[in-house]
């Protein structure tokens, strides 16, 4: 059983809160949602709109970031896997791509990328300062694990 100071990391952690972020330039938020011109008007007048359970603003390099926030969030980090459960359905941090680490104030902030329905959506991870180290920790075994699925899958594809 892999311990950080006594505990087992592997387990279901509580996330103060998950913030998942789609990207749009401004043509395909109009084209690609039905009420995509309605949130671009509203974002104009004000650079921020709430609507529909999003928030909606202008990034820095000119497209539209649409932020959706969940607090209370269970992610449950299993030994050997590649994947974890969040609220008990099975998804991909893809956390070989990115996995930035920050620790504020009163939480640690986990930026990576989540595998949702065809979708990889950027996200940020808040948990509290208490669980953060052991729950960093976990994230770092599933990254490992990961990272030896991507090499096996490299060195399968060599041999044909």
């Not at 913030?19 to 401004?26: A, D, N, R, T």
């Not at 956390?95 to 930026?111: A, G, P, Q, S, V």
């Not at 490992?144 to 096996?152: V, Y």
């Amino acid at each position: 059983m892999d311990k950080e100071h006594g505990v087992n990391i592997f387990r279901t952690y509580k996330l103060d809160y998950i913030g998942k972020y789609h990207f749009y330039e401004k043509d395909e938020l109009i084209k690609f949602r039905n009420d995509g011109q309605y949130i671009m008007d509203n974002l104009d007048k004000s650079n921020r709109f709430d609507y529909d359970g999003a928030s909606y603003t202008f990034t820095k390099f000119g497209n539209i970031s649409e932020g959706k926030t969940e607090k209370g969030v269970e992610i449950t980090i299993n030994k050997d896997d590649y994947n974890v459960k969040i609220n008990n359905e099975i998804v991909h941090l893809d956390l070989i791509y990115k996995m930035d680490i920050k620790e504020l104030e009163d939480h640690f902030r986990i930026t990576t990328r989540i595998s949702e329905k065809g979708e990889d959506i950027s996200c940020l991870l808040y948990i509290n300062l208490n669980d953060g180290k052991d729950f960093i920790n976990a994230l770092n075994k599933v990254k490992e694990n990961q990272i030896k699925l991507s090499k096996a899958k490299v060195e399968k594809e060599g041999e044909n």
